[in-house]
């Protein structure tokens, strides 16, 4: 190793390494230039500088009325500072020396050999582990916080830490310490017009590329199992699949996907599409597809995605195929919108949904995860100021705010191949998904962020209206079939089994491995994660587990066979355009295309 590392050094032209550098160095005075000018006459909030200054003010205000705490914790630190002090010290010498801080076997930042390998980087990765572990240690031993703010102070703290790991510096990775001298500092170049692309993508703000765009196309690679639009409001278009049996199951299944993100989760490419996988299976498959708004939807609220979207999609499915009956499917915030539409329609006295699906979705939010931290009175008054001013929540505000609960994945990590390496993102169908971000409607999104996670609203009997009528979630009747995953950071598992428990009728909770969206789209050849399975479903959601039966595998045929004793026997196949709706234009639709990034 150490002689292909000298033969690579002799290889080097200083005097090319040096024209390089003094490129780089140009271009980043350009960049920096560029970047300032594109703020002129831009006003930069000072709202979340302040709502975390006031954070911090409060927990040092605490560390310093225990210093005896704050004392010992220093005191820890030091002996093991000193501690690998030595070890280092050992290394240096030849000596085979145990460590005294290791990353945790699934953090990929340290991969490469020379973390191991060499003295000088081992140390810098231990110190950086040690430091890590005596913040996290201070900041979560402090006494005298609520519960809230303790959750808020740790997330911030570790954004801080992520983002100084010293894998984010070209001076401190080997990694990118070696490609930059074995590309004679090319790498660093590329990455700079790497950073220039994002910034003109994001109009000023960095978009990071996460997979290359222009690898997949909606319609051509995503998105591709045959169907047409059969109908269409101003908030989304009603998508029908073409049968691929010759019989079908009598009852027809209708997806409400989350708006936050496009449908075509469920229909990436033919290997990993649920819709697909339905389809072949038997079953009338139709899905809403919501449209990617703009300022003229700012007005639209939470009911109109339901009287829009899943009451017209019901009247859609009812006149394409003539049953007046069907089972509903809602994913994530469509799960929520779910629970709602069912006790709307419950109200109503409306009794065409024969079952219900959820797929990590909450109904209680007094546990929501992680986003809880953004939630909060002052920082909930200033969002909605912002999104008043221009009409809606923009996609890339939500998906940065959706990265930064997974900051060492879904941003450091794609900041160093980027633009240290001065890489190319891999084609990837996932994460060109979840890069194409939708805008959220002002007033829509004002009300389910105050009424769900701040007010929790829908768990109590009447306490949400809508289209007039007060909503009661328990007394949903219909049978209902949960699945969530065990690693979900945006809707736990824990709060989704409550949730579950707020609605009458027979229910069944499945718990998926992998988390918010890999423990969803699991088909079955992959014979990945396994999930959890328990006929009953007591108070305590970790007794629920305690006796659960662990299977292998997908839970996709788990679910297929439940949702096989709801279909109602079978009928001849049916399709798009064969009943009372006349097909508007071929699947995916042209809402799932628009984009606004």
Known sequence: MAENRTDTAAEVDPEELARSLSQIAEKSQQLVKDFLARQEGQQLSMDDALHMSRLFQDLYSRLMADPVGLAQAQMAFWQDYMALMQSTTLRMWGLEAPPVREPDPKDKRFKHESWEESPVFDFLKQSYLLTADYIHHTVKNVEGLDEKTERKIDFYTRQYIDAMS????????????????????????????????????????????????????????????????????????????????????????????????????????????????????????????????????????????????????????????????????????????????????????????????????????????????????????????????????????????????????????????????????????????????????????????????????????????????????????VPAYFISAKEDHIAPWKATYQGARLLGGSKKFVLGGSGHIAGIINPPEKNKYGYWTNRNMPADSEQWLENADYHEGSWWPDWLRWLSQKSGGKVPARSPGGGRLTPIEDAPGRYVKARHD
């Open 166 to 477: 010293p894998s984010n510096f070209l001076a401190t990775n080997p990694e990118v310490l070696q490609k930059t001298i074995e590309t004679r500092g090319q790498n660093l170049l590329r990455g700079l017009n790497n950073l220039l692309e994002d910034l003109e993508r994001g109009g000023g703000k960095l978009n990071i590329r996460m997979t290359d765009p222009e690898a997949f196309e909606v319609g051509r690679d995503l998105a591709v199992t045959p169907g047409k639009v059969v109908a269409e409001t101003d908030l989304a278009q009603v998508i029908q699949y073409a049968p691929a049996t010759e019989e079908v199951a009598r009852r027809p299944v209708l997806f409400i996907p989350p708006w936050i993100n496009k449908f075509y989760i469920l229909d990436l490419r033919p290997k990993n599409s649920l819709i697909r996988y339905l389809v072949e299976n038997g079953q009338t498959v139709f899905t809403i597809s919501w449209r990617n708004p703009d300022e003229s939807l700012a007005d639209k609220e939470f009911e109109d995605y339901m009287l829009e979207g899943v009451c017209a999609a019901m009247k859609a499915v009812e006149e394409s195929t003539g049953e007046s009956d069907m089972n509903v499917v809602g994913y994530c915030l469509g799960g929520t919108l779910l629970a709602a539409t069912l006790a709307y329609l419950k109200a109503k006295g409306d009794e065409r949904v024969h079952s219900a699906t959820f797929f990590t979705a909450l109904i209680d939010f007094e546990q929501p995860g992680e986003l809880e931290v953004f939630i909060d009175e002052e920082q909930l008054s200033t969002l909605e100021r912002q999104m008043d001013e221009v009409g809606y929540l923009p996609g890339q505000q939500m998906a940065a705010t959706m990265s930064s609960l997974r900051a060492n994945d879904l941003i450091w990590s794609f900041f160093v191949n980027n633009y240290l390496q001065g890489e190319d993102p891999f084609p990837f169908d996932l994460l060109y998904w979840n890069q194409d971000s939708t805008n959220m409607p002002a007033k829509m999104h004002a009300f389910y962020l105050r009424k769900m996670y701040l007010e929790n609203k829908l768990r109590e009997p009447g306490g949400i209206t809508l289209d007039g009528v007060p909503i009661d979630v328990s007394s949903v009747d």
